[in-house]
């Protein structure tokens, strides 16, 4: 009795726990380091190691640098340090949107003001408004988004280095910078993102939560952390003691519902997120994992069926000014929550059989015509009009490879095509909204043969 007992503390909602993985498979990064301690991987795979290892050393994480939100150097309204503070990434002040781009599509992609335009000491002019695709680089430095996202990119990438090296250094690393960011009392974020993608002059807008998508992989990369000594237990329940309580916050915020019902790539995102979260954090929470598993079972007819149409197309994202960018950036989500879907056994996976699944298909397939140079683009895209990267089309890599791995090849032949079209352009690019793909899924890393970059 008390074996049954025990087996029942381990699990919530008919999940079992360990250091398991939901978006990435363990079994596939088994293969890929057997592969690479053997040296029988392929050469893309060493590339695309190399890759993420000069990407740590950007980082500086190993040279001994530490990130923190309050290294901002802009303090939120809150007046508290701690608070997560970014501005819209594509927000300008509306004097300055006004003269560089002129407001109204006649012009280019700046919304008209809702409110008179005025001078301001602090912020140049406000309110400020939104350019679609105009990114404002300036104002990025100033807030705690760069330091959050080289904390997030040193912890994917310098984890997923050290699994496949075995480098000691890489994992002690990655467990200070998580201290560090999360932890440490003077230097850790309070769980809430207020204040993501602040726009003065504006009422708060769920729309920055967005910022945070790249959790969804880096909490992938902190359980496979939990391997090493440098981390430990404690150290791994405190971290999902924080993330159980920005879920709750996420839950209940105004901006959290928001942005879970925006209806575009914004819901998708912050789906793939809070599931991602909600399913570690859920080993010692059963709210996390109730919320996970809440939005798990109603992805398929809340984000699939609104947001893909027969034809297998993204109308939300087409209407944007970087539209190749927006439909692959919407697939990626999307095919990371049905990986997830797959990973949770045939209570989940089911929900997405049928329909579903057969409007995720018809939306890849909509994209092979354009990675396989078969077709024109029929859209506005400012990316492609200025030749960004080769190819923009190298961004559907990583939904493709996914299905490979859910759907098999043989139902797949398409997605085969596209990726291997892609591979000049992955070179070029090799990291885009995750890691490298050579890195995580061996069907894709053996269609780029023995390309080298």
């Known amino acids: 009795m008390k074996y049954k007992v025990f087996a029942c503390l381990m699990c919530f909602f008919g999940q079992t726990f360990g250091?398991?993985?939901?978006?990435?498979?363990?079994?596939?990064?088994?293969?890929?380091k057997k592969n690479f301690k053997n040296e029988k991987s392929k050469p893309m795979f060493q590339s695309s190691l190399s890759f993420?290892?000069?990407?740590?050393d950007k980082m500086g994480a190993l040279s001994g640098e530490r990130f923190s939100v309050t290294q901002q150097e802009i303090v939120p309204g809150s007046e508290d340090i701690h608070d997560y503070q970014s501005l819209g990434y594509y927000a300008w002040p509306c004097k300055e949107a006004e003269k560089k781009f002129g407001f109204g599509e006649e012009h280019n992609q700046c919304d008209y003001p809702r409110s008179e335009c005025k001078s301001n000491k602090e912020w140049g002019s406000y309110p400020w408004i939104l350019c679609d695709g105009i990114a404002n680089e300036d104002v990025v430095e100033l807030t705690a988004k760069t330091p959050m996202q080289k904390m997030?990119?040193?912890?994917?990438?310098?984890?997923?280095?050290?699994?496949?090296?075995?480098?000691?250094?890489?994992?002690?690393?990655?467990?200070?910078?998580?201290r560090f960011f999360f932890l440490n009392e003077k230097t850790r974020m309070n769980p809430n993102l207020q204040w993501t993608q602040y726009r003065p002059g504006n009422p708060f807008v769920g729309q920055g939560i967005i910022e945070f998508a790249p959790w969804g992989e880096m909490v992938e990369a902190i359980a496979l952390l939990r391997t090493s000594s440098y981390w430990s237990e404690g150290d791994h329940k405190n971290l999902m003691n924080w993330f159980n309580e920005l879920l709750m916050w996420l839950k209940t915020s105004p901006m959290g519902e928001m942005e879970m019902n925006l209806g575009n790539n914004h819901a998708t995102w912050v789906y793939q997120t809070i599931i991602s979260l909600g399913l570690h954090a859920g080993e010692f929470h059963s709210f996390s994992l109730k919320f996970a598993n809440e939005l798990l079972r109603n992805a398929p007819n809340k984000l699939i069926a609104d947001q893909i149409d027969e034809d297998g197309l993204l109308p939300h994202e087409v209407i944007r000014s970087r539209s190749t960018h927006y439909i692959c950036y919407t697939l990626t989500p999307f095919m990371r929550i049905r990986a997830m879907a797959q990973s949770k056994g045939?209570?989940?996976?089911?929900?997405?059989?049928?329909?579903?699944?057969?409007?995720?298909?018809?939306?890849?397939?909509?994209?092979?015509h354009f990675m396989q140079r078969k077709a024109k683009f029929p859209y506005k895209d400012v990316d492609a009009e200025k030749g960004t990267l080769g190819d923009v089309w190298q961004r559907c890599i990583e939904p493709h490879a996914i299905s490979l791995e859910i759907w098999g090849g043989s139902k797949q032949q398409h997605s085969k095509k596209s990726i291997?079209?892609?591979t000049e352009a992955y070179c070029i690019e090799q990291r885009v909204y995750g890691l490298p793909v050579a890195l995580l899924y061996p069907q894709a890393l053996a269609l780029f043969r023995n390309a080298v970059c």
């Open 152 to 178: 997030t990119r040193t912890v994917s990438a310098g984890t997923l280095y050290w699994y496949f090296t075995g480098e000691e250094k890489y994992a002690k690393m990655v467990a200070e910078v998580l």
């Open 346 to 368: 045939k209570a989940f996976y089911k929900l997405y059989l049928g329909e579903p699944d057969a409007l995720l298909q018809k939306a890849l397939e909509w994209t092979d």
């Open 19 to 32: 250091k398991d993985l939901f978006i990435w498979n363990l079994d596939n990064l088994k293969t890929l």
């Open 420 to 422: 291997q079209k892609q």
């Open 52 to 56: 993420i290892k000069e990407e740590i």
